[in-house]
DNA sequence: TTCACTGCAAATCATTTGCAAGGCC
DNA sequence: GGCCTTGCAAATGATTTGCAGTGAA
């Protein structure tokens, strides 16, 4: 089940195609196909796209390639730290009664959320979008292990 | 189809119920028995709840309860700025390949993705979560309406 | 040969929609 | 009476899982 390099060629350059290899490489990735080209698209496309965007685009260019596999590669991306993956479309929402300015910190182990205050210099507001006419919500969260996940798997 | 407040009482005093019904009509909220409960659950549980924690919770309290009414009630409670949404658990998820740091700001009418600089003074860093033992992710986003799709309005 | 990667199909899970019935003003 | 709210059931949409085939080391 393999693609071959060639049939990219027709559309991208070898260089750019290179770009995103070389990416990859960087990042400890073995650069499939399939992984090249996932990394060549954002890197070429500036839209934050949606797996559904990404899957649609390129397989156009790959007829045999599956939603698995996008899956995949941006998971395993992710996790290498080559892209990032912004939860700023919300399903699997939480909720909050408290709604005073503040961040929050989900544990990636345990699940649990935490709040975070906001010192003055680090205001989420401070920051306005160039483009934006309205701003009606702002949110700051940061992900990890926390202490507790931490010490138990210490022991 | 209306459940008496009577039966909450068994389980909550009334001055709490109070408080969380007094929030929903400081934000113009009619507060329905369903409505109420929601919101005296999120004042009281700060543990930033799923759908299905909301629900499951208050289905043994509320036997007639539907998950409808629980997503109906907490959408109206956010647009409404009565509760805070966070979109922490990313499904729907938007990927970028670009991943020095920088927020984003989304129009919630075209849907459209913009990059954000960060300024010196609001670097996402800064604020650091307490019980944290490690960092794989920081991110801070906005909503609202973009310059483009306000000014189609004005026509 | 072994192992990692891919892709199909089915299953699962979250959320939305259509609609009917029941209260509130 | 008319509108708003609720809740059921069905539809939709996103993501995951199980599994088998195939190429690369």
Redesign the pocket.
Known sequence: ???SLKRLHFHNSRSIMKVAKEHLERFG??P????VAVMHYLLTHRTHP???EIYTSLAAE?P??????I???L?ILHESGAILMLGID????RFDGYTSPHAHFMCASCGKVYDVDLDDTAFVGRNTPRNAARITDAQLYYKGICADCEAKKAN
């Open positions: 089940m393999k693609t990735i073995r499939s196909v399939q992984r949606t797996v559904d790959i045999t390639l599956s939603r698995t596999t899956y995949n590669t998971r919300s399903a699997n929402a």
